[in-house]
């Protein structure tokens, strides 16, 4: 079965450090990889996303993604973490266009930036 | 471009009765995809329609059902609620090509009682 994962529920980090906050797929063929962000009642807001290429993808609010075909993961990461980065994380893939493409999300993963 | 809407926000409603909840895709986007979100299930994918055809179907039992119009907007039904199906509905809409970005709405909260 298609999956994704995001082995940590929580993330904990201090305001000016980095962060992380791993994914990682079992998706067959090359599936396009996604990272939404969601604050408390509302809805999903893009990040960034890779289809092919540079291994590095540059998003919104200064996050950015890493993109590793061998060990099929696709973690965020951001340079120096703000308080209002706290947040709940999805990475998402989507199925193989012969299987209708469709967005499959892990379960999330909760941020805390604390000052 | 104004974003996705969803209407209403916010509902309750009782165990047996029925729902319709209400998505307006970005303008030009065709394709209309739906979600449940709950926090034992997460996100989880309702169905997704394009030009008023339901192109993809998660695994969802028959009560949920949805519609899409000619003007791309989009209505989610769920007939015989139960105590389960309180959750947030997610709408989202992209362009028609399968693994575009998907942007979201804001979601309908809806509370079965």
């Known amino acids: 079965a298609q999956s994704v994962a995001q082995p940590e529920d929580q993330v904990n980090v201090a305001e000016g450090n980095p962060l992380t906050v791993k994914c990682t797929y079992s998706?067959?063929?090359?599936?396009?990889l996604f990272w939404y962000v969601q604050y408390p009642n509302r809805g999903l807001q893009f990040l960034l996303k890779y289809i092919t290429g540079d291994n590095l993808v540059k998003g919104s609010y200064g996050f950015e993604a890493e993109f590793n075909k061998s060990q099929t993961s696709f973690h965020l990461k951001k340079p120096s973490a703000l308080v209002s980065d706290s947040a709940l994380y999805f990475c998402?893939?989507?199925?193989?266009?012969?299987?209708?493409?469709?967005?499959?999300f892990g379960q999330g993963t909760e941020l805390s930036v604390k000052p | 471009k104004a974003g996705v809407t969803q209407t209403p926000r916010y509902l309750i409603k009782t165990r047996g009765q029925q729902v319709t909840l209400s998505c307006s895709p970005i303008?030009?986007?065709?394709?209309v995809s739906w979600y449940q979100q709950t926090p034992g299930q997460g996100l989880q994918f309702l169905f997704e329609y394009f030009s008023e055809t339901q192109r993809n179907k998660g695994n969802f039992p028959g009560r949920f059902s949805g519609r899409q119009f000619s003007n791309s907007r989009s209505e989610m039904n769920v007939s015989t609620l139960e105590l389960g199906d309180s959750a947030l509905y997610l709408c989202a809409s992209s362009g028609q090509v399968p693994g575009e970005t998907q942007y979201f709405g804001p979601g309908t909260r809806l509370l079965v009682l």
């Open positions: 303008s030009g986007h065709r394709s």
């Open positions: 998706v067959s063929g090359n599936p396009y």
């Open positions: 998402a893939a989507t199925t193989p266009y012969n299987q209708g493409g469709k967005l499959i």
